[in-house]
């Protein structure tokens, strides 16, 4: 009997084991090319506490850099953005953050105030996939899914990528035990230009009206922050196109002003000296390096001057940190730049990421 009980109970465990194996390694590594899925994850691996979280889609992890404010002002941030990061998901990436820090300041990027619902499953799996299991992450999963979407998929990915065996890559191997960090404390770094040469004419809409399920996210994030004592800061960054409407601006900016908040559009602010013919690496859709540099200089020296921020490099504990992080920031700047040189553009895994 005991024998049998064995037998079972190797099996099942070898069964485990094995369904474990597949289901990691048919999940997509985000190591090349659309490497903004590794993002939401890489959180959890920071050692040094963040005063400043920034949250939201590319108009964040593109066009900040937490390396930047902190060689400026000290400031530590973290940027817990990801590819098309519904408001919905920003709440509840928030209180997930809040199970392991309470920043000072939430930045929040209102671009995605326009989307009521969400788009695809594919975004969906770039921001849901790397939260920890927790209520907040099912919460999120439950507020996020297409209709045809299932929550079964997510607690077993396999489900979802069990067809990923005819697109296997060294990548999905040489990554299958650990992956190698992409971001800069959530700031993707791409350091070529492609300039801005012009956006097509700005088309009408139908309906300006902001949709009533991403602002009452909006709302409730209003009140989380309020909760906890955490001022919230609303930005637009200084990106033009997809097109951003004045009618959405000003109902932000109502809201706002109704909450006592403050909202901040960075279009057209010559103050920042963002010259798109340089700063862009994608002719004006996102800021490149240098852009991003610009950007976080400006917004650091606003972040001074109105809330009391730690000056981290005065504390030798976490300067200690932060260089490692200095380090490895220039180390991939130096990478990218001497690609560009040889090759005239980039080849490593920056090169094909979408947004």
């Not at 979407?149 to 650990?178: A, G, K, M, N, Q």
């Amino acid at each position: 009997m005991l024998k049998k009980v064995l037998t079972v109970t190797v099996g099942v465990i070898a069964a485990v084991l094995v369904f474990a194996g597949l289901q990691r390694l048919l999940m997509p590594k985000y190591q090349t090319g659309v490497i903004e899925g590794s993002m939401i994850a890489e959180y959890y691996d920071s050692r040094e506490p963040h005063e400043v979280i920034f949250l939201g889609d590319c108009e964040v992890y593109e066009n900040f850099s937490p390396v930047e404010l902190y060689r400026d002002y000290g400031i530590s941030s973290y940027i817990r953005g990801s590819a098309e990061q519904y408001i919905w998901q920003s709440y509840y990436i928030l209180k997930d953050t809040l199970r392991k820090e309470t920043p000072k300041v939430v930045v929040l990027s209102v671009h995605s105030l326009q989307f009521d619902q969400p788009r695809t499953e594919e975004y969906n799996r770039m921001t849901l996939d790397g939260m920890r299991w927790s209520q907040d992450k099912i919460d999120a999963i439950n507020a996020s899914m297409m209709s045809d979407e299932h929550f079964v998929d997510y607690v077993f990915p396999i489900l979802r990528y069990h067809y990923r065996w005819s697109e296997l890559t060294s990548d999905d191997f040489t990554h299958f035990f650990s992956k190698d960090r992409v971001s800069h404390n959530g700031y993707y770094m791409r350091c070529d230009t492609r300039p801005y040469t012009g956006f097509p004419p700005k088309p009408p809409l139908l309906d300006y009206t902001l949709g009533a399920n991403a602002m009452r996210y909006l709302s409730l994030i209003t009140e989380l922050c309020k909760d906890n004592n955490i001022d919230l800061v609303l930005i637009k960054a200084p990106i033009e196109y997809p097109f951003w409407y004045e009618e959405w601006d000003e109902q932000i900016e109502a809201f706002a002003a109704e909450n006592d908040i403050p909202y901040i559009n960075y279009i057209g602010n010559e103050e920042i000296g963002i010259d798109m013919s340089v700063d862009t690496y994608d002719a004006g859709l996102h800021l490149n390096l240098t852009g991003a540099e610009k950007m976080s200089s400006y917004l650091g020296s606003w972040l001074n001057d109105n809330y009391e921020l730690t000056d981290y490099r005065d504390n030798s504990e976490y300067s200690q940190l932060w260089q490692s992080n200095i380090d490895f920031y220039e180390s991939m700047k130096a990478q990218q730049y001497s690609e560009i040189e040889q090759y005239g553009e980039l080849v490593s895994f920056g090169a094909n990421a979408t947004n």
